[in-house]
């Protein structure tokens, strides 16, 4: 079984960049579609964006196209999540999580998730 721990939040100001972690432990990490998702306080947990097993397929979310970029490495059991021009409402706690389907994108598609790390933009 994965499990996932998360690695790079912090506390930036809007316009700035980000590179969020997500270490994966096992053996079958390239086997499962990753996936960000991220919760704001009062919020239910959103869908960011998803990478397929082999890291040939990617989808993000509409407001997040052409800022946030998802990418994996197979090799080192790591996907990113590269966040620039952060604005104020990207502030939340990100999480990933790993999937056996094929481009999820629902919470329910889901069934390993990390423990998220804080993101907070100033304006």
């Known amino acids: 079984q994965v499990q996932l721990v998360e690695s790079g939040g912090g506390l930036v100001q809007a316009g700035d960049s980000l590179r969020l972690s997500c270490a994966a432990s096992?053996?079958?990490?390239?086997?499962?579609?990753m996936g960000w998702f991220r919760q704001a306080p009062g919020k239910e947990r959103e869908f960011v964006a998803a990478i397929s097993w082999g890291g040939g397929s990617r989808y993000s979310e509409d407001s997040v196209k052409g800022r946030f970029t998802i990418s994996r490495d197979n090799a080192k059991n790591t996907v990113y999540l590269q966040m620039n021009s952060l604005k104020s409402e990207d502030t939340a706690v990100y999480y990933c999580?790993?999937?056996?389907?094929?481009?999820?994108?629902?919470?329910?598609?889901?069934?390993?998730w990390g423990q998220g790390t804080q993101v907070t933009v100033s304006s």
């Open positions: 999580a790993a999937s056996i389907a094929i481009m999820p994108t629902r919470n329910d598609e889901y069934g390993i």
């Open positions: 096992g053996r079958t990490f390239s086997r499962y579609s």
